[in-house]
């Protein structure tokens, strides 16, 4: 049998291949690997078998080291419970927990045809037909995540499914604290106003976490085809995953947004109120507090960033000039400040 002769960095090539060969049915040896996605998250590789068949392979980052954040077996737990449910995912083919086969432990996936739309110039590659399409069916695919029976998927247990609100407020304040790089009085005020206002939460739900339109893939026609990135997947409160859409969100007619991907901005996308008016007709759901899940997400946003700012001015993520990283901060800043003003009583 031929054998590829060379190691990508996060793959061993040879023993990878023998593992996909004795536990994925249908992948056909020799194969090539391709990395689709990195940096500082998981990685995720393109599995091309000599028949053409491919597949998606999902690892830790190299030198990871809070293996919790990196959890690849939580990660297929969750697609593989939502495989028959209405929630569009990746079929789940493979699990492998032996570090010795490639360093760390992965999964296989089914490999999903389709679009992943991170900016305005891949957004334009879809018509405006399917553009609209997409809006409604991103608005839909989140309503069915939201109403996956946790018993038939097999993930009652996987979280807390209280307090989801207010453990995330006390878990990202705790990293704003440790890592923020300068005085930023208005997250702190936030913080403050989200502590006190936090809605009773109802009955638990999947919430993803990141979920927005660049964690999916599209096909031609604007349907959600398979959601993506489940890594900080959890249990609590689905109007989180609202509110951080409306963050991820800017529609054509929309005003500024701390979030500059900028693909939902092309003519065909809707608004940021007809996609969460979509959700709240299909889900039932009453979204009367949104402006609070909203405030949340630019919150959680700013911490977020900050944290990544602190890594890159610290040196941990590579050497860059201060010009370089000035976006990043004043991203941190915009959030905060939209946060703010989404707490704001509306005139």
């Keep these: 049998m031929t054998r590829a002769r060379t190691d990508l960095a996060g793959v061993r090539v040879e023993a990878v291949s023998d593992w996909l060969r004795a536990h994925v049915p249908g992948a056909v040896a020799p194969f090539s690997f391709d990395l689709i996605a990195g940096g500082h998250s998981n990685l ?8 053409g068949g491919r597949f998606v392979l999902r690892r830790p980052p190299l030198g990871h080291v809070l293996a919790s954040a990196h959890d690849m077996g939580r990660e297929h ?21 032996d570090v010795d086969v490639t360093g760390a432990p992965f999964y296989v996936m089914g490999f999903v045809d389709g679009h992943v739309v991170r900016n305005r110039e891949l957004a334009e590659r879809l018509t405006p037909d399917a553009r609209a399409n997409a809006s409604r069916s991103i608005a839909d695919t989140l309503a ?13 247990d996987l979280a ?48 993803h976490g990141d979920y927005r ?24 409160d689905p109007l989180a995953d609202v509110g951080l859409l409306q963050v991820y ?10 979030w500059a ?3 939902s901005t092309a003519a065909g996308f ?41 890594r890159y001015i610290g040196g941990a993520l590579g050497d860059h000039d201060a010009d370089e990283l000035e976006p990043f901060r004043q991203q941190v800043d915009a959030a905060a400040t939209m946060a703010a003003a989404a707490l704001e009583p509306t005139p």
């Design 270 to 310: 809707w608004d940021r109120r007809q996609v969460a008016d979509r959700y709240a007709e299909v889900s039932g759901r009453d979204l009367g507090q949104l402006d609070f899940y909203v405030a949340f997400g630019y919150w959680k946003l700013a911490c977020i960033l900050e944290g990544v700012y602190a």
């Design 77 to 97: 737990r969750i697609i593989s419970g939502l495989r028959d449910s209405a929630v569009p995912v990746a079929p789940a083919l493979g699990w492998c927990d």
């Design 44 to 51: 995720t590789y393109r599995v091309t078998g000599s028949d």
């Design 249 to 258: 969100w800017t529609g054509p007619g929309d005003g500024a947004s701390a």
């Design 160 to 207: 807390r499914h209280e307090g989801y609100v207010a453990r995330q407020l006390k878990r990202w304040y705790g990293q704003w604290q440790q890592q923020h790089t300068r005085e930023l009085p208005l997250v702190d005020e936030v913080h403050d106003e989200l502590v006190r206002r936090v809605p009773e939460q109802g009955r638990a739900t999947i919430v």
């Design 144 to 156: 069915a995540i939201h109403a996956v029976d946790l018993e038939a998927a097999g993930l009652t």
């Design 261 to 263: 991907a900028g693909a």
């Design 213 to 236: 339109l660049d964690n999916c893939i599209v096909s031609d026609e604007g349907e959600i085809e398979a959601v993506l990135d489940w890594e900080i997947c959890t249990l609590g």
